[in-house]
């Protein structure tokens, strides 16, 4: 599987794609982006399961129920959450206006929105831009539309890989924003996928689902689940190769590309994370079950010591066995191991380093990987986390 390293979302056969400003954003950046598809695509969606949602992601589970979509308008600069009846309203507005000007049915058209809770869309903004957005659509579109989409984010993230199904060349390819508000189930996150593979709705339903689980949902920032967390991926089929169902070696295929671009983006907005200056690696090893390997390896992820422990490149490993201590899972006291960054600092109830001054060097790495083993099971769990900062309050505290 090759991967095509910045090409963008419209690398697959038969997407254009473009980004704009419309004025949402005080600084006058780009705000506003189109994804759209020559022909209908197939179509699906993960949402975040934060009970209190943006308006946004009530549209699109109405208009994904037919399973077929073909254009996605995103804005940012504004979540157009906590908005009520109107917020729905004014992203129906949005769309189908949309959907007008491309000359689509309403209901194959999607948005997302992010940026600050609370306030209200200013829908004029959009409804004016969409003839300019329109206008500028185009194969080499996917670098606009990605910045287009990014609020707090230092970089844009993409990804793309590409393979042989039988004879037919597929194409993946993705974009995403995160930066704050990173938590699994998933994180202040929009995603776009595009692909021309030929995929069946279940398929792609079932493929997008352990992609994500797989990516999306084994990283944290802060331990915040965000209101507008998104996953969108269209497939058009015009790639031509054979059907993919819900199994077999052509889905197996198809699901790796997935996974492979998503966990691209997913560590991507680890780095990116506010404040961030490490990546850290939680692998929990040996757990009764699956569901409290990945508990222990949150409970990690999540914990404040821990990553201000890495930020500030202190050796103070006892942290690790304390968080894991208290996530209230199953394990052996008397056995459990825990290693920073490839030694083993603690096993079998002793603590096997007596000078800290040694770890000090390895803690300098912009990359950390925490493991621990439990010794009540099989089953293992790894998932990604920033460090935390002072810059990470400094951001928090002064956006909006």
């Not at 194969?139 to 004879?167: C, E, H, W, Y």
């Not at 052996?332 to 800290?356: A, F, R, W």
Request: hydrophobic letters at 45%; a positive charge; glycine letters at 8%.
């Amino acid at each position: 599987m090759k991967e095509l390293g910045n090409a963008g979302i419209t690398s697959p056969l038969g997407f254009k794609a473009n980004g704009i400003a419309c004025g949402l954003k005080k600084s006058g950046k780009p705000d506003l982006a189109l994804i759209y598809s020559l022909v209908p695509a197939t179509a699906a969606a993960v949402f975040t399961k934060n009970a209190v949602k943006a308006a946004h992601i009530m549209v699109d589970a109405k208009h994904l129920q037919s399973g077929e979509a073909q254009a996605i308008i995103v804005n940012s600069g504004n979540a157009n959450c906590c908005t009520g009846a109107r917020g729905i309203k004014d992203a129906q507005l949005v769309v189908t206006e949309l959907a007008a000007s491309l000359e689509v049915l309403p209901s194959r058209c999607l948005m997302a929105s992010t940026g600050v809770i609370g306030k209200y869309l200013k829908t004029e903004k959009i409804l004016a831009a969409i003839p300019q957005l329109i206008k500028g659509l185009g194969f080499d579109g996917s670098d606009a539309a990605n910045q287009a989409i990014m609020t707090t984010d230092k970089f844009p993230k993409q990804a793309t890989v590409r393979f042989l199904m039988g004879k037919k060349t597929v194409t993946i390819a993705a974009m995403a924003k995160g930066a704050g508000m990173i938590c699994p189930d998933m994180a202040t996150m929009l995603c776009f996928v595009t692909t021309d593979a030929n995929i069946s709705l279940p398929g792609l339903r079932k493929a997008l689902k352990l992609a994500v689980d797989a990516s999306f949902n084994c990283i944290s920032v802060d331990g915040e689940m965000s209101t507008n967390d998104s996953v969108f991926v269209l497939a058009n089929g015009l790639a031509e190769n054979k059907l993919i169902g819900t199994s077999g070696p052509g889905f197996e295929q198809f699901c790796a590309g997935l996974t492979q671009v998503c966990l691209k983006l997913a560590k991507m907005v680890v780095e990116d994370g506010e404040g961030a200056t490490k990546v850290i690696e939680m692998r929990v090893e040996g757990a009764a079950t699956q569901a409290q390997a990945k508990q222990a390896a949150l409970r990690l992820a999540n914990s404040p010591l821990i990553k201000t422990m890495i930020a500030g490149e202190n050796p103070n490993w006892g942290r690790i066995p304390a968080a894991i201590g208290a996530a209230g899972v199953k394990m052996n006291p008397d056995k459990l191991s825990v290693e920073l960054q490839g030694k083993t600092v603690y096993q079998n109830s002793v603590s096997k380093v007596t000078d800290l001054d040694i770890l000090v060097p390895l803690l300098r790495s912009k990359d950390i990987v925490i493991r621990v083993k439990l010794f009540s099971g099989k089953y293992s769990q790894t998932m990604w986390a920033s460090d935390l900062t002072h810059e990470y309050i400094t951001i928090n505290t002064e956006y909006n």
